[in-house]
């Protein structure tokens, strides 16, 4: 208990200055004590300006005080020496390189927690306690410790900057204003701060905005990447195996070509052997009656030479087939035809390659560089669009000369048309658009925006014939409540400002379709990437009967 007591009047019998025991206990005027040496030091340091003040309660005392020793305080501390207890705080947190040190720290000087704004000065949590107590102090500015204090104190006349010049753009003391900033256009520095960070919150906004639409930029390369490599990997496979068809022709043809060779070669090698042991039969029989007359012509026997057979008749000849010798040239004229074809094949590939080459090259890899990027540039390709009455179901009113279609409770009049889109409220434009091409909806209610191939189902489920529920369309839900896109039934939410206007851009070659939000600036809402092999055409498709109206706004380019 004892030790409790001391332990309070230790902390009681500190001096706010050094954060120790008091050492010469002096009381001033209001009442608060001090160490002797830490009192003088702060007010030598006021001696200019003839004013001295307390340190906690800022009350002021003119002239000096004279200082007297507060012998009771005095004893008190030794008696809490004696005892051996001390007001230092285990967690006291003195400052280092880098840290903001307190200002009224005599000794070592701990960490600053606060600066305060009006007494110019940064305070550790020991000193800072006048500014929670004490009444006229708690209504300082406080603010995190720093230590760019003396860049908010006029250099040239040592008084705080509270003031800020319009005309010259800068922060500038009450004595400014009256001198070299007289006449001058000037604000309080609060009322300044209030205007700027409401210019600031308003550049944030177009920050945000900007760095969404990049995030959807950025979504979109990352969906054209995967676009390119599954284009690029199936062009790929597809050209490997028209080219190996091709090559397995030629290699059948080169095939058949040899077998055919090799089957006339037989045929006419047995024809000549044939005709050679044909020939070598004669030859022998000739030999034979060559000898039988050599030994004739020797005889001496008269009758046995007149009765041997006629000479004429030995003499004749068998009727065989003339021999026409013509070597290496049996073939000749296959190889002529071979070399004929393969000339015309090489013909073909150098007169196809050019368009093979020039289609890989007009390739849009990643966006063209002269994408529009403002409504301006976008309306160089804006388009005159109208909504075909044919293709128009029967609750569906045209007017605006065909420009505006209204949702309606009762049926209109319209004749037969196989075109017609007969169970969903849709409709589809006369023009069917390919190369770049942009256009505007105004649109209320619940209205999806879309395109869609000429060919689309008019009859049938929704996944048939309505818009973005097939690989035929895509589609862009508008509603109060924000937007969808939907195409091939897979639907995806999007994030953007809601606008009563949207606008459509068309780049077909490319194969990209992009829908904005427009108001005063463009928003991207969402691309897709995509390979269209027909020319599309606008469409539009109302959810509910409560009276959504659409009309394909009169673009003008300037």
């Known amino acids: 208990m004892a030790q409790q007591m001391f332990q309070l009047d230790g902390e009681k019998l500190s001096c706010s ?18 160490c002797m040496s830490c009192i003088k030091d702060y007010w030598d340091g006021e001696d200019q300006k003839r004013i001295y003040s307390c340190p906690q309660c800022r009350q002021i005392f003119t002239p000096r005080p004279v200082l007297m020793k507060n012998i009771m305080f005095a004893e008190l501390v030794e008696e809490v020496k004696k005892v051996g207890l001390t007001t230092s705080s285990p ?10 040190a307190c200002d009224f720290c005599t000794e070592r000087k701990l960490k600053a927690v606060k600066s305060c704004l009006v007494c110019m000065v940064s305070y550790c949590e020991q000193h800072l306690q006048p500014h929670y107590n004490i009444v006229p102090l708690k209504k300082h500015k406080l603010v995190e410790a720093t230590s760019e204090l003396q860049e908010n104190i006029c250099s040239r006349h040592d008084e705080v900057m509270k003031i800020f010049c319009r005309t010259d753009q800068q922060c500038i003391c009450i004595l400014c204003s009256m001198e070299e900033h007289k006449g001058h256009d000037t604000v309080s520095a609060a009322a300044e701060r209030a205007e700027r960070q409401t210019q600031l919150g308003a550049t944030q906004q177009k920050i945000q905005q900007r760095i969404q639409d990049r995030e959807n930029d950025v979504k979109v390369l990352q969906q054209e990447v995967v676009a390119i490599n599954l284009s690029a990997d199936k062009t790929v496979t597809d050209s490997e195996k028209i080219f190996k068809d091709l090559i397995y022709l030629i290699e059948k043809r080169s095939s058949e070509v040899k077998q055919q060779i090799k089957s006339q070669q037989k045929t006419e090698v047995s024809r000549v052997k044939e005709l050679e042991e044909k020939m070598q039969q004669e030859i022998s029989e000739l030999r034979r009656k060559h000898a039988e007359m050599d ?10 030479f007149l009765n041997y057979p006629s000479l004429s008749q030995v003499s004749e000849s068998t009727d065989l087939p003339s021999i026409n010798i013509c070597p290496l040239r049996y073939f000749e004229d ?24 020039q289609t890989m090259t007009e390739v849009d890899v990643l966006l063209a560089r002269d994408e529009p990027m403002t409504r301006a540039e976008f309306l160089k390709y804006s388009h005159q669009i109208t909504l075909d009455p044919n293709t128009a179901n029967i609750y569906l009113s045209l007017c605006e000369s065909n420009r505006k279609a209204t949702i309606m ?17 849709q409709v589809l434009s006369r023009e069917g658009l390919t190369g770049r091409c942009y256009w505007e909806v105004e649109w209320s209610g619940v209205v999806i925006i879309a395109v869609a191939y000429k060919d689309i189902s008019r009859t049938g489920t929704r996944d048939e014939c309505g818009f973005g529920h097939n690989e035929k369309s895509w589609s862009l839900e508008c509603d109060s409540t924000g937007y969808k896109f939907r195409h091939n039934n897979i639907c995806t939410p999007i994030s953007g400002p809601l606008s009563s206007r949207v606008g459509v851009y068309l780049n077909h070659r490319a194969g990209t379709l992009s829908f904005y939000s427009v108001s005063e600036t463009m928003t991207l809402l969402h691309r897709v990437q995509a390979r269209f092999t027909q020319p599309l055409y606008p469409g539009l498709w109302f959810q509910n009967s409560s009276g959504g109206t659409a009309e394909l706004c009169e673009l003008k380019y300037k």
């Open 17 to 34: 200055i050094c954060l120790d025991l008091l050492k010469g206990p002096v009381t001033i005027p209001c009442g608060h004590s001090y």
């Open 91 to 100: 967690d006291r947190c003195y400052a280092g390189p880098g840290d903001v």
């Open 295 to 304: 030994q004739l012509s020797h005889t001496e026997d008269h009758l046995h």
């Open 334 to 357: 296959v190889t002529t035809a071979v070399s004929e074809a393969r000339d015309k094949l090489q013909a073909v590939l150098s007169e196809g390659w050019p368009k093979i080459s």
């Open 409 to 425: 409770t009762i049926k209109q009049i319209y004749s037969a048309h196989p075109d017609r889109f007969l169970e969903r409220w």
